[in-house]
């Protein structure tokens, strides 16, 4: 599986916007990207995933570098209640079984 | 959105005894479930696949003998630990994949937190 490397951890105030990277240098042709999230206790969360093009939905935004090589998680209005880590992951459709293998993630604080 | 369960969510048990913990898909099918081990502090580890009526595929390292996973149904996948020790507490979680499409979306239980004493 192709790796991906993230910060180990950011920090932001509330109501402001969150970008979070990703860089996948070896993400190939049929790998999709995928956010999950994972707050204190609980299972991982889907976020968002995207492919080529950037992505909304109503929890984030999934920008997309043109050459795939990295990618940007963007929460447009951070909550105390985003406080999580954030894991990018590649997925690779072609993969007998689909499983996730996670990396280290992103811990995000958010600040009052 | 599909849901996972599990059941229990936290256990304590003595050494030496064996846990059942049940991952079940509530609203949707599932023929491969997952399950992952996560030690404070870190992410999560990849212990094995599941697969209905099957055997399940162990990731390297994880011993099959002491994490037995049976997948007896489509909504349904338990993982047995057996003679627990101390060093086997750790939150468990299991996913279930949605079938169908080019894209199989990936659903997380709420995780089981096992405690051995």
């Known amino acids: 599986d192709a790796k991906t490397t993230q910060p180990n951890s950011m920090e932001s105030n509330e109501e402001e916007p969150v970008h979070l990277p990703c860089n996948h240098s070896?993400?190939?042709?049929?790998?999709?990207i995928h956010w999950y999230r994972q707050l204190p206790s609980q299972g991982p969360e889907y976020v968002i995933h995207g492919l080529t093009s950037n992505v909304n939905n109503r929890m984030a935004s999934l920008a997309i570098a043109e050459d795939r090589k990295s990618s940007t998680l963007i929460l447009h209005r951070a909550t105390l209640r985003d406080a999580a880590v954030y894991y990018c992951?590649?997925?690779?459709?072609?993969?007998?079984?689909?499983?996730?293998?996670f990396g280290a993630g992103t811990r995000l604080f958010v600040k009052a | 959105g599909a849901v996972v369960s599990q059941h229990p969510s936290w256990v304590i048990c003595k050494s030496g005894t064996s846990v059942k913990i049940e991952c079940r898909s509530l609203d949707f099918q599932a023929t491969t479930m997952f399950w992952y081990r996560q030690f404070p502090k870190q992410s999560l580890m990849l212990m094995a696949t599941s697969n209905e009526g099957s055997k399940a595929t162990y990731e390297q390292g994880v011993e099959k003998d002491k994490f037995l996973i049976n997948h007896a149904s489509l909504t349904l996948s338990t993982l047995t630990v057996t003679s627990a020790h101390p060093e086997d507490s750790s939150f468990y979680i299991c996913?279930?994949?949605?079938?169908?499409?080019?894209?199989?979306?990936?659903?997380f239980g709420p995780g089981t937190r096992l405690t051995v004493l």
């Open positions: 070896t993400i190939s042709g049929t790998d999709y």
């Open positions: 992951i590649l997925r690779d459709v072609n993969t007998g079984g689909f499983k996730t293998i």
């Open positions: 996913s279930a994949n949605l079938a169908g499409g080019p894209y199989n979306e990936q659903f």
